[in-house]
């Protein structure tokens, strides 16, 4: 497991750098009645240590979660940037912690000095949360600002805190006979001089860092494992690819304001298919636009793990979380829809004529719908609706900017629901082909007001 690895690795190379700063602990300036003699803040020794132990820990933790799933400048720029934040974080953490701790020292009337104080012991306890705060998140923004990282990053802080409190508590006992062995030396060899007991303290100190990196690498990786569902993972080269987490029970993919965003393409639409976690199984609704699963046209298909899917120009390909995909789904393969389209001609709808008294009757509701990639419903009732931007609209797509403010109607009519264009700016389309007079909509054709994408289902 390289995190824990990674974890440990970092808290060790920090205090190999802090190391020729130990002398900066040692401040005879401050008499050792004054609690801020007890604590490190404002020493060059603390601000290279944890300033450093941030920067590495985030640093090595990025390249691990990100290397392979991103393109190479990317994680690069990403590695440093973030490094920096949670070097920032890290010291600024501590630092903090460590003013609490003096100005609660300074107003308590308790004597004694280290852990004794009410200060050294919110210090000693609170250490491994606050460092795991200050690292845990730049490690999520690192990999991708979404909500469910945050989430994770949540999930890795509250359970790393309490593992580095147990790690750091076994640590401390452990480090006791070396703590207490370095604080005698140091007394016996400068008895009057107290102000070396900090530089005495730090092997205690590396231990309990190289437990907070230890729980914090446990954690994160198994949160990661315990919390993905699977991955979408397009290629670049033959070892350069991106992947995007499935986190979420519909996502949606294309190349418009999409979650799995396909940039740089040749026919693949806004919105062009919607990935949905049905069970413990996902399944790919593809009637929006042309969609192949391993070279075959698909409608609704249930994915298996490898599976391989073409869009446009580019081939995606399906990683489940387990490398199974899931059994409880029937494995099938769902042709997509062929309709063939034909221009007809302009129909005059006439109202059926009443039996009994020979009034007019309007036509009755079609028993059709259009679904959206969202899976919102639209009831094509009986007569005319219209569909637009403006509020007036029956059927209002307002925040479609690709959709005139009247864009097209749709009418109940003796034959069927016929649509047409209203002389819209970017076409009105059926089964991808732009309509250029009145249609008949049937049961899975797929329509187009725009870049808007519907597909005709029965009620």
């Not at 308790?110 to 200060?119: A, F, H, N, T």
């Not at 609170?126 to 730049?138: K, R």
């Not at 979420?248 to 919105?271: A, F, N």
């Not at 062929?338 to 109202?351: C, F, K, N, Y």
């Amino acid at each position: 497991m390289p995190l824990p690895i990674a974890g440990m690795l970092a808290a060790f190379l920090s205090f190999v750098l802090a190391a020729p700063y130990v002398g900066t602990l040692t401040r005879p300036q401050l008499d050792f009645s004054d609690p801020a003699s007890h604590y490190t803040l404002g020493t060059t020794w603390a601000l290279i240590q944890h300033s450093s132990f941030g920067l590495l820990l985030v640093g090595f933790f990025v390249p691990v979660l990100l290397l392979g799933r991103r393109p190479f400048l990317h994680v690069v720029l990403a590695t440093v940037v973030w490094s920096l934040v949670g070097g920032l974080l890290s010291v600024g953490f501590d630092s903090m912690l460590d003013a609490v701790a003096i100005s609660i020292d300074r107003s308590s009337s308790k004597d004694g000095g280290g852990l004794m104080r009410p200060g050294g012991f919110i210090v000693h306890h609170f250490y491994g949360l606050f460092q795991t705060i200050a690292l845990a998140f730049p490690i999520a923004f690192a990999s991708g600002a979404t909500k469910h990282r945050f989430k994770r990053a949540l999930i890795a802080t509250a359970v790393g805190a309490v593992f580095s409190e147990i790690a750091t508590t076994v640590a401390g006992v452990v480090m006791i006979p070396f703590a207490v062995s370095s604080i005698m030396n140091s007394a016996s060899k400068n008895p009057g001089d107290l102000s070396g007991l900090l530089a005495a303290s730090i092997p205690g100190w590396q231990a309990s860092a190289i437990a907070v990196g230890l729980a914090l690498g446990l954690t994160m990786g198994l949160v990661e494992y315990m919390t993905r569902t699977g991955f979408i993972r397009r290629m670049y080269g033959r070892k350069e690819f991106k992947e995007w987490e499935l986190a979420g029970t519909h996502l949606r993919i294309g190349s418009g304001e999409v979650e799995i965003r396909l940039d740089s393409c040749q026919g693949v639409e806004p919105v062009h298919a919607v990935l949905s976690m049905q069970g413990n199984q996902h399944v790919l609704d593809s009637r929006f636009a042309p969609t192949l699963v391993n070279g075959i046209p698909v409608g609704v298909q249930p994915l298996m793990h490898g599976d391989r899917l073409q869009m446009g120009d580019v081939e995606l390909i399906y990683l489940a979380k387990d490398a199974s995909g899931g059994v409880p789904m029937p494995r099938h393969y769902t042709p997509a829809p062929v309709v063939q389209v034909a221009p007809v001609a302009p129909v005059v709808s006439i109202a059926p004529v009443s039996p009994v008294d020979g009034t007019m009757t309007s036509p009755t509701a079609s028993g059709l719908v259009l679904v959206d990639s969202a899976g919102t419903r639209f009831a094509l009732d009986g007569g005319e609706q219209t569909v637009g931007r403006d509020l007036g609209n029956s059927i209002v797509l307002a925040n479609q900017s690709t959709v005139s403010r009247r864009h097209a109607t749709i009418s109940s009519t003796p034959q069927g629901v016929e649509l047409r264009d209203e002389g819209s700016s970017n076409g009105t389309f059926q089964n991808g082909l732009r309509i250029t007079g009145p249609v008949m909509l049937r049961p899975g054709d797929r329509i187009g007001f725009g870049s808007a994408k519907f597909v005709v289902e029965s009620q």
